[in-house]
Every structure is written in structure tokens, then in C-alpha cells.
């Protein structure tokens, strides 16, 4: 069975830190670009962060120098860093696996997390 578990999110202050884990089950995850979502209330999902199954990243603009993707393949796991966190990154956080072959894609999502950033 197909799954995406994450983890980590939560209730914090501005300018504080929060690290995500989405843990991949069911398939080979090392095959599968890993992508980071957000929607926050009334705005469109929106990506965040990706990493390559070669370990490219990419990231949304609003969040480089703050934000880091990265992948444990031993572990089936991929991880978002965010730091210097700001009202404006409240949102629920989805990840997502995704790969793409000449016959069809793949894609599943996580549950998604909530991230809160008040004081």
C-alpha cells in the first residue's frame, strides 16, 4: 500500500524553526522526485520545494535562504527545514512523490501537516 506520512508540523513564533518529515511507503521512493506543497486558507496550493531523485533542488522564491529539501533515500524519507519563519508561511504543508515516465506518471500525496506561525 501506497503511502506519504508527515510530521513536524506545529504551532510557532516568528522567526522560529520547524522541520518536516514526509516518510514513503509501498514504493520505491530513491525513483521519485519529492515535492513540498502549502495551501493556505482561501489561496491556491502553491509548491514550495523540490528535490530530484538526483537531489536538484528547487525551491518558491518567497522561501530560499529559509528553506531546505532534502532526501534520506536509507530511510524512505524527505525532510523540509524551515527556518526564519513568517506569518505568511501559515499554511497545512503537503508532500508529494512524483515521477514521470514516457508512459504515464506517478503521483501520490501526503495527509498534510499544519503549520502555524503566531505569536
Known amino acids: 500500500q501506497v503511502q506519504l506520512v508527515e510530521s513536524g508540523g506545529g504551532l510557532v513564533q516568528p522567526g522560529g524553526s520547524l522541520r518536516l518529515s514526509c516518510t514513503a511507503s509501498g514504493f520505491t521512493f530513491n525513483n521519485y522526485a519529492m515535492n513540498w506543497y502549502r495551501q493556505a486558507p482561501g489561496k491556491e496550493r502553491e509548491l514550495v520545494a523540490g528535490i530530484s531523485a538526483g537531489s536538484s533542488t528547487n525551491y518558491l522564491d518567497s522561501v530560499k535562504g529559509r528553506f531546505t529539501i532534502s532526501r534520506d533515500n536509507a530511510k524512505n524519507t524527505g525532510y523540509l527545514q524551515m527556518n526564519s519563519l513568517k506569518s505568511e508561511d501559515t499554511a497545512v504543508y503537503y508532500c508529494?512523490?512524483?515521477?514521470?515516465?514516457?508512459?504515464?506518471?506517478?503521483?501520490?500525496w501526503g495527509q498534510g501537516t499544519q503549520v502555524t506561525v503566531s505569536s
Open positions: 508529494n512523490a512524483a515521477r514521470i515516465r514516457s508512459f504515464g506518471s506517478y503521483v501520490y
